[in-house]
């Protein structure tokens, strides 16, 4: 029997993830394959370190891709550094950081989670006076967490643990080559990012980055595995200090990608031409401009959205810029109205979890996602959906208030 191969059909992808991918992207990745020990491949895979740490802002020495989707980093950096019973606290916001708590209670650690509501961020101030009062080993926290569209502020957080001893490890997922995010001046000692976000790579790789004090850690438990540490210095916590995990420690990984260049995994091949392209792509736009181009495109839907009548979710003073959330109007079935965007316009924008579900639609502005055209197409089709769903906004408004932002900027620039 004859079997069609797959037809991809045409799509605006507007999710927080995956987002569309530049084709220079899609065509590295169809090169032919090279041998993980070939030099030409050991230097890609130098070169692509240096370009991470450009683009995560550090001069930490180790910048590489985690080979998994951005859990598998966020998993890689909780189980190398967190150990059974130590404390840990997580400040969450969102569905997220909900992620990085039943990762880290997976490792054994004490969580000791904070909430707050859903569409709002933390003081730091209470999360530096929590951390005074734990004393954890770890504070793991995400800067952007796309299930409520909001951002953290780090700088104040990164601060105090560095004064306290703590350990900063944040999930940068949805922010990195999006947004502002300094890892080196925000003191951040561990720090996880996923290609198929702001990157605009597929889904596949987690780019990771950490400093001397979590290498500290790992180097520790791993001279006590190897029996290097005299018996003496052991307490009984000390006893089997192994990284439970072998695909995801980050002992053995780290040898990988030094020139040793000791055997762990095979390295996915294309993923990493696609990755080193995506950077590539990413300085030759300039982080400056990609953060201002993220920014545009996200204030140019914002206008359209509210000028159509509808509301924006949260508190605005923390949004995220690559997400906005977008209330459900009152007796407007979601799902409906995304899957008539989807089926007659090609485009597709994201549903929510938990308590949101069913309240907010969550349109993504990330990556080559993130472009005028795809934010006017989006705005022109929503509201000719809800004009279908007879929804009462005000109609003709969104794409001309669009506009004005775009021509704005252009005057302003010129
Ligand atoms: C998308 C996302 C993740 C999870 O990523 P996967 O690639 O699906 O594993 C983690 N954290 C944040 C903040 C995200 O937005």
Redesign the pocket.
């Known amino acids: 029997m004859q079997l069609p191969s797959f037809q991809v059909p045409p799509r605006t992808i507007m999710t927080?993830?995956p987002v569309e991918v530049d084709p220079r992207v899609l065509r590295a990745m169809s090169a032919s394959i090279l041998g993980q020990f070939d030099p030409s491949f050991t230097s890609l895979m130098n070169e692509t370190m240096e370009l991470l740490r450009k683009v995560l802002q550090t001069e930490n020495h180790w910048a590489y891709p985690i080979d998994g989707?951005?859990?598998?980093g966020?998993e890689a950096m909780l189980c190398s550094v967190i150990e059974e019973e130590d404390k840990v606290l997580v400040p969450s916001f969102g569905r997220?950081g909900y992620?990085l708590t039943e990762i880290a209670e997976r490792c054994g650690a004490d969580v000791h989670l904070m909430h707050c509501e859903w569409g709002e961020v933390f003081d730091p101030q209470d999360i530096i006076s929590e951390m005074k009062n734990i004393r954890p080993k770890v504070v793991a926290i995400?800067h952007?967490?796309?299930s409520t569209g909001r951002m953290q502020p780090l700088a104040e957080i990164g601060a105090a643990c560095r004064e306290s001893g703590s350990l900063l490890i944040v999930?940068a997922?949805?922010t990195v080559a999006g947004t502002e995010v300094k890892t080196d001046e925000w003191k951040i000692d561990g720090l996880i990012t996923?290609t198929?976000?702001c990157l605009s790579v597929p889904?596949g790789m987690?780019p990771i980055t950490y400093n001397e004090r979590i290498e500290a850690v790992i180097s520790l438990r791993k001279a006590i595995e190897r029996g290097l540490v005299p018996q003496e210095q052991l307490t009984s916590r000390n006893l089997d200090r192994r990284i439970q995990s072998n695909y995801f420690d980050l002992s053995q990984l780290q040898d990988y990608w030094s020139p040793a260049r000791l055997n762990h995994h095979t390295e996915a091949t294309s993923m990493l031409y696609g990755l080193y392209e995506g950077l590539w792509i990413i300085l030759e736009e300039g982080l400056a401009n990609r953060y201002q181009r993220h920014r545009l495109n996200e204030q140019a839907l914002v206008a359209g959205i509210t000028a159509m009548g509808l509301s924006i979710f949260g508190n605005s003073s923390c949004k995220l810029p690559t997400v906005t959330c977008v209330e459900i109007p009152d007796g407007i079935d979601g799902e409906a109205v995304r899957a008539m965007l989807l089926d007659e316009f090609g485009i597709e924008i994201a549903s929510s979890f938990g308590p949101l579900h069913g309240k907010i639609w969550r349109i993504g502005t990330m990556g080559y996602s993130c472009q005028k055209r795809n934010v006017l197409l989006t705005l022109a089709s929503l509201e000719a959906v809800l004009l279908r769903h007879r929804v009462k906004i005000h109609p003709g408004e969104a794409v001309q208030a669009a506009l004005d932002v775009y021509q704005q900027a252009v005057k302003q620039s010129s």
């Open positions: 927080p993830g989707t951005s859990r598998a966020i997220f992620l995400v952007g967490d796309t999930d997922v949805a996923g198929q976000k889904a987690a």
